[in-house]
């Protein structure tokens, strides 16, 4: 059997939508996967009140008995609180989410590693520091090679597109060393969110010498901060052994979430190879979501 993971990101308590919150509860205990991954904005301005909110949340999904793995984004830290922001930017997503900024989580398909991209000076941007870098290679140099190796981060380590046309979306910050040791680490999946879009492709698409990781972005959960039209969604992947990803999209159709796209990834040495699934009439009822990036 695959791992199963569930991919949530940018839920943003405080511009939450409660119907849908408890939508996503509902889906999660129906499917139970092995790992609920949460990559970042748990709250929309780092508040008390949100961060409490987002506890009760967390406490629920445990209470149903999923594994989460979690890590903070550039939410969770104070925006106006200007002594907060610099004195203790985390300090309130320690207490109520996690105090654990570099979680780890393994099981006999699976290895994944989330990192803090969260930073105080950089406002909206993303960063990776040198011993985190140093981190995911020492780390994920201890998994062994059938494993799939994955790595959370709330900011994409890549530019990729963000709309439509060419706009690009800005890298993480140290990037091009960033993308070294994502090479060296032997990382497959590289999950993030930020962007409130659903995209996934090659690493390779985006930077030449990217190595093998395939890019996997989530759209937002549980926002009413929605764009271009699109809907709450989240991911849903199957790691298989062999580097063999499915991926589908779990979105929101304004009573109950609903599996939408649905992708099986292949890698081959060089390449990762992409078909779209054709899953059992009446499976899947509800219609793919709204425009964005194309799954390739």
């Known amino acids: 059997m695959p791992a199963r993971i569930a991919h949530l990101s940018d ?5 939450h939508d409660p119907n849908v919150v408890s939508g996503t509860e509902a889906w999660l205990d129906q499917q139970q996967p092995d790992l609920v991954i949460i990559s970042g904005d748990f709250t929309q301005r780092a508040r008390r009140e949100q961060f409490e909110e987002a506890s009760a949340y967390l406490n629920r999904l445990r209470a149903s008995g999923h594994r989460v793995l979690a890590i903070p984004g550039n939410h969770d830290i104070p925006l106006y609180d200007v002594a907060r922001r610099f004195g203790a930017p985390l300090r309130r997503y320690k207490r109520w989410i996690s105090n654990d900024l570099c979680p780890w989580f393994e099981d006999d398909h699976v290895a994944v590693l989330g990192i803090n991209t969260a930073r105080s000076l950089t406002i909206k941007s ?14 994920f140099a201890k998994v062994p090679e059938d494993k799939t190796r994955i790595l959370v981060t709330h900011h994409p380590l890549f530019a990729m597109p963000i709309g439509e046309g060419t706009e690009l979306s800005e890298a993480v910050g140290r990037h091009d060393d960033a993308v070294k040791s994502v090479c060296r680490a032997g990382v ?6 930020h962007f409130h879009r659903t995209y996934a492709a090659a690493a390779r698409k985006m930077v030449e010498r990217a190595g093998k990781a395939l890019v996997i972005q989530a759209g937002t959960a549980t926002s009413v901060r929605l764009r271009n039209e699109e809907l709450q969604s ?25 599996r939408g796209n649905h992708v099986r990834f292949n890698y081959d040495g060089e390449n990762w190879a992409s078909k779209t699934i054709a899953d059992p009439p009446g499976q899947f009822a509800a219609p793919p979501p709204p425009p964005a990036p194309p799954l390739p």
């Open 234 to 258: 989240f991911n849903w992947i199957h790691a298989h052994r062999n580097n063999d990803i499915e991926l589908q999209v779990v979105a929101w159709d304004g009573h109950s979430f609903r």
């Open 11 to 15: 839920i943003h308590f405080g511009a």
């Open 188 to 193: 497959h999946i590289a999950l993030a969110g």
């Open 126 to 139: 993303g960063r990776l520091n040198r011993e985190q870098m140093a981190m995911i290679e020492e780390r």
